[in-house]
């Protein structure tokens, strides 16, 4: 299965990336490098939340019901007139349900290293939330999902598949970092191509990108 940082290299996710840039504001410069480290940062804390049987339920039946994947179907259209203030309210309340008390501090540390405030950074999750949970619930459709381990090897497989517990606990950290920014710091280093250390998420993401 292809990473969801392979995603973001596709034809879909340039749209992605175009349109979020241009619904917010912001460079698509900037704004791709948010999304490269956001991303699998929600992947792995929604991950974490599907490790426990209600949280595992609370999230298959939200891509059973809202999140069916069919946002993927008209991009152009979700950002031709502006995205609707219903999808935005909706990222928001996944942000704040996926990341809990740690939203702030994700979204500060994300924007410190992309160079961009936080109120910024949190526009441009509100707008990728929905985005990213469309393109779990088309996954696990395609791949018939239906309980909480399918639902746990679906997000594995996207954060890249047998991923070394090495890799892992480098997002774990970040988001049980105790809030100074220096661990997500660290770690945007490495999917910016900043620490050229080979090994932990940097050779996960590198493997993701496909080596560049």
């Known amino acids: 299965m292809a990473g969801i940082l392979d995603l973001l290299g596709s034809d879909l996710g340039k749209t992605i990336i175009s349109g979020v ?3 917010t504001g912001q460079d698509e410069n900037k704004t791709s ?14 991950k974490r939340n599907a490790s426990t049987p209600q949280g ?15 946002i993927l179907d008209n991009l152009g259209g979700l950002f031709g007139g502006g995205v609707d203030s219903n ?12 990341l809990g008390g740690k939203q702030q501090h994700v979204e500060s540390a ?18 990728a939330a929905p985005i990213l949970m469309g393109v779990l619930g088309k996954q696990s459709r395609q791949q018939n999902v239906n309980n909480s381990s399918g639902i746990e090897g679906l997000l594995g497989g996207l954060l890249g598949g047998n991923s070394k517990q090495q ?22 280093g490495m999917v ?21």
């Open 21 to 23: 840039a241009g619904q």
């Open 33 to 46: 490098s948010v999304l490269t480290m956001a991303l699998p940062v929600l992947m792995q804390a929604m």
């Open 56 to 70: 595992a339920e609370g999230l298959l039946g939200a891509l059973n019901s809202k999140h069916d994947g069919s």
């Open 87 to 98: 999808v935005i309210e909706d990222g928001s309340k996944i942000l704040g349900h996926v």
């Open 110 to 127: 994300l924007g410190a290293k992309a160079g961009m405030d936080a109120g910024s950074v949190a526009q441009i999750l509100k707008v």
């Open 167 to 188: 890799e892992q606990s480098f997002l774990e950290s970040i988001l049980d970092a105790d809030g100074d920014g220096s661990v997500i710091d660290d770690v945007a």
């Open 192 to 212: 910016l191509g900043g620490n050229k250390k080979k090994g932990g998420l940097g050779g996960l993401l590198g493997g993701l990108f496909g080596g560049k």
